[in-house]
């Protein structure tokens, strides 16, 4: 509203007044004339108006001479613009769904405002007690395909929608549904030896061809270690008694390949009454187990073998470690039925210390070990090595960009073609560690792959190949600081890796499996998990 006033040289004020008639009855914000000599403009703002209506206005203008007021005047409002329009949704059906997981969908068309969208979910219908972080800003004229990943429970029936808001009003798009499947690990109960504190496997072999598998480790009582075995026959497991050199000397199984449902060999070590704990290797032939003779490297303090693998029932490797004048020195035997010999292997240039921990055998004429060294500036780097029949080689691997920190733990080989897969952990400046796998297609060359990580601190302990397209390594991850360590599974398809959901035991303070075995279809994992009140039990896993 405009208007002119002639303050006449006195303060002056004014205002405007309005209304739909001519008792107007409603008035603008005063303003200011000042005492100017001259006509000044004036102007006045009318609010809470309805559209499509005539007003009536009028000027007044107060001073110490009084008040005086304008013509009436009138103007009519136009029509009230359109609502904004809300945002159109359409809830549409989840993909990946897996026990732990999935990813919800939907599309979402702002319809040109700036639109906020979330998904809802739970496990009642109607009522959505959860939602997925909130993401702003979503602009645009067209419908968008929007999605969110949620962890959830396996054997869950998931309600869902998609909710979005704007300045045009809120929508939800219709309820859908989905169950998520069950684990496809399954935990199979294992015996622990009565009286013992801790009880812990390290590794399982299945036997091809059959449903019978077999895992080796140690027991703990009175602070004296014991070997274990456990023989499952397709539907339980059951324990075995493995043989001891001469005495009640503590010993320990860490591997073991069963080539054959009759026969199956274990390498470990024991401890004498003085010195360093002394390599050993175990046979398992028709129903018992006895302790062979294996030679030990010259001038060796102490020394273990902690893997073995087979390519038949009388041809087999274990590898592992022996202190030799004060370094710590990678080692290998071969095992020609019925005898153990020393293998003579390379050593990196500059290694300060080197230890093998993983080995898999196609033939008498190909095998594979690896492990770590640490090299002149006292970094842990990967060691792996080939065996041709006659010799060992080194086997050259790139480190991931970064890593200060890299080892392998374990290897496995498919024979057609020759294809091999090494698993292990690495670590950058002030990370965490995290899992590690390189894959060799024939050649001469290892390919780092990528390989997922629940958080930055999980490993893969050990791997096992039912075909070339069908990997399982497992291992362990933490969820965070403080928190219980974790059991951990991912698979190869062939084309990439993925998290497999894998129970761990309840009130469990540490779960993590070190050993896997697979046939074409099923696998068989094996470890330990610590309870509340700090004690070691054997851990096995099944996954059809």
């Not at 622990?192 to 299945?206: E, K, M, Q």
């Not at 005495?247 to 860490?254: E, N, Q, S, V, Y």
């Not at 035997?333 to 990196?348: G, K, N, Q, V």
Request: with cysteine.
């Amino acid at each position: 509203m405009y208007g002119s006033i002639n303050p006449r040289g006195c303060e002056t004020t004014y205002t405007f007044k309005y209304g739909p008639t001519t008792s107007y009855g409603t008035g603008s914000s005063s303003g200011n004339a000042g005492n100017a000599t001259f006509t000044v403009s004036a102007s006045g703002f009318a609010s809470g108006l309805q559209p499509e209506t005539t007003y009536h206005y009028r000027l007044y203008a107060t001073n110490s001479g009084g008040t005086s007021s304008g013509a009436d005047k009138t103007f009519t409002t136009g029509e009230e613009p359109p609502p904004l329009p809300p945002p159109s949704v359409i809830t549409e059906a989840a993909t990946g769904v897996a026990s732990t997981g999935a990813t919800l969908n939907a599309s979402v068309n702002p319809n040109g405002i700036s639109t906020t969208y979330k998904f809802e979910y739970g496990t009642k219908e109607k009522e959505l007690n959860k939602a997925t972080t909130a993401v702003s800003d979503l602009t645009g004229s067209s419908s968008q395909k929007v999605k969110a990943e949620v962890k959830l429970e396996p054997e869950t029936k998931y309600f869902f929608r998609i909710h979005a808001a704007s300045a045009g009003g809120t929508k939800t798009g219709s309820e859908l549904h989905f169950t998520t499947p069950a684990l496809p690990w399954k935990i199979k109960t294992t015996p622990n030896p009565a009286g013992a504190h801790d009880t812990n496997l390290y590794d399982v072999s299945c036997e091809p061809g059959t449903n019978a598998c077999t895992s080796v480790g140690k027991s703990t009582t009175s602070g004296v270690d014991s070997p274990i075995a456990q023989r499952w026959n397709g539907t339980s497991w059951s324990e075995q008694s493995p043989d001891k050199k001469s005495g009640t000397l503590p010993t320990r199984l860490f591997g073991v390949d069963c080539p054959s449902e009759i026969r199956c060999l274990a390498a470990g070590s024991y401890q004498p009454a003085e010195g360093g704990p002394v390599l050993l290797t175990e046979i398992w032939n028709e129903g018992n187990w006895n302790v062979q003779s294996t030679p030990v490297p010259s001038g060796a303090t102490s020394s273990e073998l902690v893997a073995i693998g087979c390519n038949s029932t009388a041809n087999c490797t274990a590898v592992g470690s022996a202190v030799i004048g004060g370094v710590k020195t990678a080692i290998a035997e071969r095992w020609t039925s019925p005898t153990w010999a020393l293998s003579s292997i390379p050593i990196p240039e500059g290694a300060k210390s080197s230890q093998l921990d993983g080995v898999d055998c196609l033939w008498s004429g190909f095998c594979v070990a690896v492990g770590r060294y640490t090299n002149s500036s006292g970094a842990e780097k990967n060691l792996a090595l080939f065996w041709n029949g006659t010799s060992w080689s080194l086997q050259t691997l790139t480190d991931p960009a970064g890593a200060t920190k890299s080892l392998l733990l374990d290897v496995a080989c498919t024979p057609t073609p020759n294809v091999c897969t090494a698993v292990g952990k690495w670590k950058i400046i002030g990370g965490n560690e995290r899992t590690l796998a390189y894959r060799f297609t024939g050649g001469s060359a290892w390919t780092l792959q990528s390989t997922p990580n629940p958080t930055e601190s999980s490993v893969f302990q050990d791997v096992s190949c039912a075909t070339e397209t069908s990997c399982t390594a497992v291992g362990s991850w933490v969820p965070g600081v403080g928190e219980p360590t974790k059991t951990l599974a991912a698979v190869w398809n062939g084309s990439s890796w993925s998290i497999q959901g894998i129970p761990n035991p309840a009130n469990a303070t540490f779960s993590s499996l070190f050993g896997v075995s697979c046939q074409e279809g099923s696998c068989f994992g094996a470890g330990w998990s610590t309870n509340s009140s700090g004690t070691d039990t054997t851990l096995s896993e099944f996954r059809e």
